[in-house]
């Protein structure tokens, strides 16, 4: 075996993992002097990585570029033994390692991920087409992370360190961590990256999407023609950018102006797309990924022949990778952390909460039918009754008696929760809020 075959060997057996037993990661542990209360994190995070990404990413392990050179001071939180000296390192890196300048002689020791999937996209486009080593698309993949699967405060939100340590940092006011800030809060280039440190196991807690997966057959241009055809502009040797890119997308994908009207073959074709990429995932990732691809597809959607309708084929598609069940417990339960500057993010968080509802509403107009069914059957044996007589007669049978007056009973109950749960919904209730359930209701 040559020395290459050998060294790829190696690499494939990922012979310089840490052992088994090793901490599956570093958290942060700001003290409540210096954070007292950081951003909340995402449920999913993005990161994608090639094999000349810095560091080093694959199906087990994620590890900085301080991690993978095996420096001691990997597996220390930041935030232990702070004082002045060590702030203005840490203040110098973060500022380097987010605006991905040379490290010098600095152990970087973060590991960069993003909530937006329009930004990793497009960052995949500019690795593949416009970075240095142009790695091939088979070479890149997407991971997906579930962050609730690991310790509390393995991640956090870079403005949270920027607004740390930008005090600390002794860069040349128009490069610190103070000119970042303004970047990212000011003037809306915030992509919602959050930093964790050292490494991380990702072994069953992650989803990896191939890039060639998301590119096959046009797919990505398919979903939104916005997203350019990847082999027509790497024919006319196009160098796409990459933060500048994606504000231009959010203009174009999400205008202000008036949603888009999609024919039916339309927005089949756009979610047959997104189903090609989603079929080859976990069940478990399926419903809350599918989410995030059909916010790329645009605003608010408009489907001809379908503006009045009780349902629409776009929540029935959704409705059904939910159904299809998987090991999540509750898929409604999706942390976005949402800003306004992210339109990509108030999509997803748009489309969770009218998928929420249009499944509400289904199961509640399926329940009712029902009910429907029996009180017409009901009114119809009143009519013609049967050979025990009409039931509007009293009987003499005291034990009869007393079931048709428990039966007229039944029948108020079901009227006066029919007017207030119909004025409820309606929005003109008269009734107080219920506070401790059905007990709360007011009769008539």
Same mark, same amino acid.
């Not at 029935?316 to 409604?332: Q, T």
């Given at each position: 075996?040559?020395?290459? *075959? ?6 494939? =057996? ?22 007292? @209360? ?19 990413? +694959?199906?087990?392990? /994620?590890? *900085? ?8 001071? $990997? ?19 973060? +500022? ?52 609730? #699967? ?15 340590? %930008? ?5 040349? $006011? ?35 999407? !191939? ?34 890119? /994606? ?60 503006? %009045? ?9 959704? #409705? *059904? ?9 509750? !898929?409604?339960?999706?942390?976005? +952390? ?32 029902? /009910?429907?069914? /029996?009180? #017409? ?24 008696? @007393? ?6 009973? %039944?029948?108020?109950?079901? %009227? ?6 119909? =004025? ?7 009734? !107080? ?12």
């Amino acid at each position: 075996m040559d020395v290459e *075959s050998l060294t790829a060997a190696m690499s494939a =057996a990922h012979l310089h993992d840490p052992p088994e037993n090793a901490r599956e990661a570093v958290p942060f542990h700001p003290p409540a002097s210096i954070l007292q @209360e950081p951003n909340e994190v995402p449920t999913l995070l993005f990161r994608v990585a090639s094999p000349y990404s810095d560091g080093e990413t +694959n199906e087990t392990w /994620v590890r *900085s570029e301080s991690s993978q050179q095996g420096n001691a001071s $990997s597996l220390e939180d930041i935030f232990s033994g702070l004082n002045d000296a060590k702030r203005r390192t840490v203040a110098r890196t973060l +500022n380097r390692h987010l605006r991905w300048m040379p490290k010098e002689d600095l152990e970087d020791n973060f590991i960069s991920w993003t909530s937006s999937l329009l930004f990793a996209f497009q960052y995949i486009y500019y690795l593949h087409l416009s970075s240095w080593r142009r790695p091939s698309l088979e070479e890149i993949n997407l991971y997906v992370i579930d962050t609730t #699967r690991f310790p509390p405060g393995t991640f956090l939100q870079d403005l949270d360190l920027i607004c740390t340590f %930008k005090g600390f940092d002794d860069h040349p $006011s128009d490069n610190d961590l103070r000119s970042l800030w303004r970047l990212r809060v000011q003037r809306g280039y915030y992509f919602g990256e959050y930093l964790s440190q050292g490494r991380m196991k990702i072994a069953n807690k992650c989803q990896i999407i !191939p890039a060639r997966l998301l590119f096959a057959d046009g797919r990505l241009h398919r979903i939104q023609p916005q997203f350019k055809d990847i082999t027509t502009l790497q024919r006319r040797n196009y160098k796409p950018g990459w933060a500048n890119e /994606v504000q231009l997308l959010r203009q174009a994908i999400w205008p202000h102006s008036r949603p888009q009207r999609l024919t039916i073959k339309e927005l089949t074709s756009r979610m047959g797309a997104v189903d090609e990429i989603i079929d080859e995932f976990d069940s478990e990732w399926k419903f809350p990924l599918v989410i995030y691809f059909m916010a790329l597809i645009g605003p608010e959607i408009e489907i001809a022949g379908q503006e %009045k309708t009780a349902d629409n084929s776009f929540f029935a598609h959704l #409705r *059904s990778y939910n159904d299809a069940g998987g090991k999540r417990k509750d !898929p409604w339960k999706l942390n976005l +952390n949402a800003p306004e500057t992210m339109p990509e993010l108030k999509r997803v968080e748009v489309i969770l909460h009218q998928v929420h509802k249009s499944t509400r509403l289904k199961q509640e107009l399926d329940s009712l039918a029902g /009910v429907e069914g /029996v009180l #017409r059957n009901l009114l119809i044996s009143t009519e013609s009754p049967g050979p025990e007589g009409p039931l509007s007669v009293t009987d003499p049978n005291p034990t009869l008696a @007393e079931s048709r007056n428990r039966l007229l009973s %039944k029948l108020g109950t079901i %009227k006066m929760l029919c007017d207030q749960t119909s =004025a409820r919904i309606s929005g003109t209730s008269l009734y !107080p809020p219920l506070a401790g359930g059905a007990g709360e209701l007011v009769s008539p």
